[in-house]
């Protein structure tokens, strides 16, 4: 394909150079770019610098400063996307580069030269970085047809509005019926276009009625998750729809010196497994480090049952605390009786505490690095000791 052409033939240097971090940046430059030049141009629609000044007339100067200002808050959108590695984003800005630089060159003004000359290489740079961006853009059925709803209602409206123009004071092409649309179903009103008949006036309050609910569903379906999932992650907590993801998965209850050993572990094999755990700002840490864990005391049937513990693999308990750690045993023995129950024992003497509340097997970091530390003390071969283990 054309981006993997260019890779292929740039020098290794060029590859290095151009980064995914340089495509965003250039994109967001652009954006803002797009939208400074397209203010500018509205207020001066008089420019005439450049090759095509001449055979552009004043109002489609005006137009394209007005659409160049749409056009850069997209590029912020697709921009943003590119940041999160989204392919979608990725063909938004490749659409919308080329649209930028016609922008500026149809805006024949000289503050558009750094917008033109921006676009034309941002696009080598996108086409060179092309496999940087292969996320996929999820949305819920929910999402979808709550854009659906907003779409149709102000495909109803415009074109409703356009049919009854006879009836409306102001109305006369279909961007009048667009703005009526627009300013009425977000409950704007600037009054300027207003309904002169009993019909012009139910249809007016058809788009309110429908506007505003489609707005708010929109708002809550599409905006509403991001929100939600940006506290979480703050708060070092779990979506629901996350949970709802998890099988055959590995329950880490607790979290101390004992466990990032396991949670290292864990990614290493690609297994996937949650923290529950009590602590936030371990809770906080990990979230950072985009381990999945859940903000709450391992010991309450909630947080396991929150967990999926019936789907579950396997349970791990190794915290610095065998108190709690027998309290989190017997919480999810009874919860699944067949589920394998794995624990560490701090202290040594409290082995067989942890068996009784539960527990399949525990093992003692103590005993264990003490028998290995001897035995290669010694010189002797510590295999035995390991292949017991594994047994066990």
Not at 9 to 18: E, G, Q, T
Not at 304 to 327: F, Q
């Amino acid at each position: 394909m054309v981006g993997e052409r260019i890779t292929s033939r740039l020098p290794h240097n060029w590859a290095w150079i151009v980064t995914t971090r340089s495509a965003v940046v250039l994109a967001l430059a652009v954006a803002l770019l797009s939208v400074g030049t397209g203010i500018v141009n509205i207020e001066q629609p008089t420019a005439d610098f450049g090759p095509l000044a001449e055979y552009v007339p004043a109002f489609v100067t005006q137009t394209v400063g007005f659409t160049g200002a749409l056009t850069g808050f997209l590029m912020v959108g697709s921009a943003l996307a590119l940041r999160r590695g989204l392919r979608a984003g990725w063909y938004a800005t490749i659409i919308l580069l080329p649209i930028t630089a016609l922008q500026g060159l149809l805006q024949t003004s000289i503050y558009s030269i750094p917008l033109v000359f921006l676009s034309v290489i941002s696009l080598p740079t996108l086409l060179v970085t092309r496999r940087k961006f292969d996320k996929s853009l999820e949305l819920t059925t929910t999402q979808l047809a709550a854009g659906g709803a907003l779409v149709g209602v102000q495909a109803y409206g415009t074109f409703g509005s356009y049919a009854l123009r006879e009836d409306f004071d102001g109305i006369e092409d279909l961007l009048d019926a667009f703005y009526f649309t627009l300013v009425t179903s977000s409950t704007v009103g600037y009054g300027d276009i207003g309904p002169e008949s009993a019909e012009a006036q139910l249809f007016t309050m058809s788009v309110v009625v429908l506007g505003v609910a489609s707005f708010g569903i929109a708002i809550g379906a599409l905006v509403g998750p991001a929100i939600q999932a940006r506290i979480t992650k703050t708060l070092g907590k779990m979506t629901d729809s996350e949970l709802e993801l998890l099988d055959n998965h590995i329950l880490v209850l607790g979290y101390g010196e004992l466990t990032e050993p396991i949670i290292d572990e864990l990614q290493a094999a690609n297994h996937p497994f949650v923290v529950i755990t009590n602590n936030r700002e371990a809770a906080t840490t990990l979230s950072e480090r985009e381990i999945p864990v859940i903000t709450a005391n391992p010991s309450d049937e909630q947080p396991l049952e929150r967990g999926h513990i019936e789907r579950a693999n396997a349970v791990v308990v190794a915290t610095n605390h065998d108190a709690e750690d027998a309290l989190a045993v017997l919480t999810a023995r009874e919860l699944a009786e067949e589920i394998r129950i794995v624990a560490a024992a701090t202290d040594r003497e409290n082995t067989r505490k942890l068996e009784r509340a539960g527990a399949d097997v525990v093992l003692s970091p103590a005993v264990l690095g003490g028998n290995l530390l001897v035995r290669s003390a010694l010189g002797a071969d510590e295999s035995a000791v390991l292949e017991r283990i594994f047994e066990e």
